[in-house]
C-alpha cells in the first residue's frame, strides 16, 4: 500500500469529528484549571490522570448519545460489544475499570477511541468487515491499543502545552481573540492525528490483542487489503480511517508479518 498522507480533520459533513473536536477544544481550555486543583499546577502543570481520562471519555459519550449518534440495543451493536469484551479479558486488560464499544451512524469508513476505555466503529466501517469477526476484532484491537497505551493521553498533553505557549505569544503580540481562536482550532488538529510510531505501535498490539483472544491475528491485514481496494475503486481518495491512521510504507505486508510473529510467539509460550 502506497503510504497515505495525513489530511484535514475538519470536513463540515462530519458531525462526530466536529463533536470529538469541540470537546476536546473545550476541555483543552479549560484543562490547566478544571481537572486540578490550582495548587497542583505548579508541580505538575500537563499532566492528566486517569480520572481525568474517565472523564472526558464519558462526557463525549454522553454527548454522542444526547445527539443520537450511537446504535443501542440492535444484534449488531451487541455483537460488537462482544467482541471488544473478549479481547479486553483475554488480554488482561485493566488500565479503565471498564471499556465500552459503541457503533457510531454515520457511514465514515472509520473507528476512534477516545481516553478512559472508549472505542468507536463507525457503521460505515461495519458494512465492509461485518461478516468477519477476525476482521472486527483486528479493528477494535488497534483502537484499543491507542487507550491502553494512553496515546490520545499524550497527544492532549501536547496539545495542551502547545496551547499555553501560544497563548504566551499571543498576549505578547496582542493578538485578537478570533485569531486566537482559529489558530486554537489548527492547533487542536495537529495534535489530535497519532504518530506514525503509534500507529505501528497499535498494529502490533492490537493483532496480539486479538490473536490472544482467539481471532485470526490476519484480521487486520485483510482490512488494509479491503480498505485499499476501496481506496482504488473510489479514485485514489483514502477511506477515513487511512486518512486518520497515518501508514508507514506497506501496511498491508507489515500487518501480515506482524500476524506470523504473533503465531509463533504464541506457539512458543
Keep these: 500500500m502506497e503510504e497515505v498522507s495525513e489530511m484535514s480533520l475538519v470536513p463540515a459533513r462530519r458531525p462526530v469529528r466536529k463533536l470529538f473536536l469541540g470537546a476536546l477544544l473545550l476541555l483543552s481550555t479549560f484543562a490547566l484549571f478544571a481537572v486540578r486543583p490550582p495548587l497542583a499546577l505548579a508541580a505538575n502543570p500537563f499532566k492528566i490522570s486517569i480520572r481525568d481520562e474517565k472523564r472526558i471519555g464519558r462526557n463525549v459519550y454522553r454527548e454522542l448519545l444526547k445527539k443520537d449518534l450511537l446504535e443501542i440495543g440492535t444484534d449488531r451493536a451487541r455483537r460488537l460489544e462482544q467482541i471488544g469484551q473478549r479481547l479486553v479479558e483475554a488480554n488482561g486488560l485493566s488500565t479503565f475499570e471498564h471499556y465500552t464499544f459503541a457503533l457510531v451512524k454515520q ?53 495542551v502545552k502547545a496551547r499555553l505557549g501560544l497563548a504566551i505569544i499571543l498576549g505578547v503580540l496582542g493578538a485578537s481573540q478570533d485569531w486566537w481562536r482559529g489558530v486554537g482550532i ?3 488538529l495537529v495534535f489530535l492525528k497519532y504518530s506514525r510510531d503509534q500507529e505501528e505501535e497499535a498494529d502490533k498490539l492490537g493483532i496480539i490483542y486479538a490473536y490472544r483472544a482467539g481471532y485470526d491475528p490476519f484480521g487486520m491485514s485483510r482490512v488494509m487489503e479491503i480498505l485499499k ?26 500487518t501480515r508479518k506482524l500476524a506470523a510473529e504473533a503465531v509463533v510467539q504464541g506457539t512458543q509460550s
Design 107 to 159: 457511514d465514515q469508513v472509520n473507528a476512534f477511541a477516545t481516553p478512559g476505555g472508549y472505542v468507536y466503529l463507525f457503521t460505515g466501517m461495519w458494512k465492509l468487515i461485518e461478516g468477519d469477526d477476525d476482521m472486527i476484532a483486528g479493528v477494535l484491537g488497534h483502537e484499543l491499543a491507542h487507550t491502553e497505551r494512553r496515546h490520545i493521553k499524550k497527544n492532549y498533553e501536547d496539545q
Design 186 to 188: 489548527a492547533t487542536d
Design 229 to 254: 481496494q476501496v481506496t482504488e475503486e473510489s479514485g485514489g481518495a483514502p477511506p477515513e480511517f487511512l486518512s486518520t491512521h497515518p501508514s508507514s510504507g506497506n501496511r498491508i505486508e507489515r
